[in-house]
């Protein structure tokens, strides 16, 4: 009988579970796989312990069942018994903990990397930096909300995009530093196996060496805020050669960016205040709304304030360099000249002002 509940009941359970919906993925890292075959190896010990301890309960329950006014065996004090529960645990704990720490060891050691990512989070998109490379970019959610809405009702595995992937090269160690801008956020792959803390202040570490080109994500994993749930981490690994062919496009892009811009010369003012509501819409709206009204005691407003219809210096101080000890963060390094230029003449501007009259700044 026990035979045929193996077979037929445990065995074909345990297969159906290990299905990547139902069981963790076995990733596309050597550290991910070890990760797979130490939960697996935890999950069918406890199985078997579960069988045996289940068994023993049940067989005596069934067995015993009708041995009325018989005493219980008593084992009060037994030196043998309280051996051999104090041993065979500590042993199933040894088996266990000996793969697992190699592991541990490994998935720490971050040391000899091929390149460094820099990965900040901020509500809500992450920042990309190659420490080897001149190129950072932001990452961000850009499937629409009403699509997400409605898809993901229809659809499980609906998945989210962004804006631009991190790339990493396949067969070399990417090191990760890990940090944030503002609240604590989680950068999470769970095809590498890694999920790291993203903490204001501390830089964590990580690493991975995919072995498999392709589209791999994550989530942010830390509740941080209205938008966590649309944060998404998309990782596109290419062979070393394409990455290569990716970083020489980047950089030249970043070059004739920046070429454009300068080139761009004077904007009229209707160009300057078109930029203006798209970068604020993007960059500002989030926290100081659409109407430029803030949130009362949380945010600040803009429209009408001092600081952004008069104080122009101090207005494009906090910008550039943020609000130390609020959720203001810097914006020198995401917004490019014209889009500073813009969004400044946009928030002194677009909820109307005193006069009516549309105010460009002087330089
Ligand atoms: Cu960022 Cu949750």
Not at 103 to 123: F, H, P, R
Not at 240 to 262: D, G, S
Request: aromatic share 10%; proline share 5%.
């Amino acid at each position: 009988r026990v035979s045929y509940v193996i077979t037929f009941v445990l065995l074909p359970s345990l297969a159906y579970a290990d299905t990547p919906r139902y069981n963790m993925t076995r990733g596309v890292t050597d550290i991910s796989q070890q990760v797979y075959q130490l939960h697996m190896i935890i999950f069918y010990i406890c199985c078997a312990i579960a069988v045996v301890v289940f068994g023993l309960m049940f067989w005596s329950i069934v067995r015993h069942r009708k041995s009325k006014g018989n005493e219980p065996a008593k084992f009060h004090g037994s030196l043998k018994m309280e051996v051999l529960w104090t041993a065979i645990p500590v042993v199933i704990l040894v088996v266990m903990a000996i793969p697992a720490t190699k592991t541990l060891i490994a998935m720490e050691d971050t040391s000899k990397a091929d390149i460094t990512v820099l990965v900040t989070g901020s509500q809500w998109k992450w920042h990309y930096k190659y420490l080897e490379y001149p190129i950072d970019f932001y990452s961000r959610l850009s499937t629409p909300r009403e699509q997400i809405v409605n898809e993901a009702e229809k659809d499980n595995n609906y998945l989210l995009e962004v804006d631009k992937p991190l790339v990493i090269p396949t067969d070399k160690k990417v090191r990760f530093l890990v940090t944030s801008d503002d609240v604590i956020h989680s950068w999470w792959v769970p095809a590498f196996a890694v999920k790291k803390d993203a903490n204001p202040g501390f830089i964590n570490e990580t690493w991975a060496r995919v072995n498999k080109p392709g589209v791999y994500r994550g989530q942010c994993a830390e509740l941080c805020g209205k938008d966590h749930a649309y944060m998404p981490v998309v990782v596109e690994a290419k062979s070393p050669q394409e990455f290569e062919r990716w970083t020489q496009q980047q950089i030249a892009e970043i070059e004739a960016a920046k070429a454009a811009e300068a080139a761009k010369g004077t904007m009229s003012m209707d160009e300057l205040m078109a930029l203006g509501k798209t970068t604020y819409d993007t960059h500002c709206a989030a926290c100081h709304q659409v109407s430029g009204e803030g949130l009362a005691g949380v945010i600040p407003a803009l429209k009408g304030s001092v600081m952004a219809t008069q104080d122009m210096p101090g207005h494009i101080h906090i910008v550039l360099h943020g609000k130390p000890g609020t959720a203001m963060q810097a914006y020198s390094k995401q917004l490019s000249n014209s889009e500073m230029a813009a969004v400044i003449t946009y928030e002194r501007n677009a909820w109307g002002n005193s006069t009516g009259d549309l105010v460009q700044p002087a330089d």
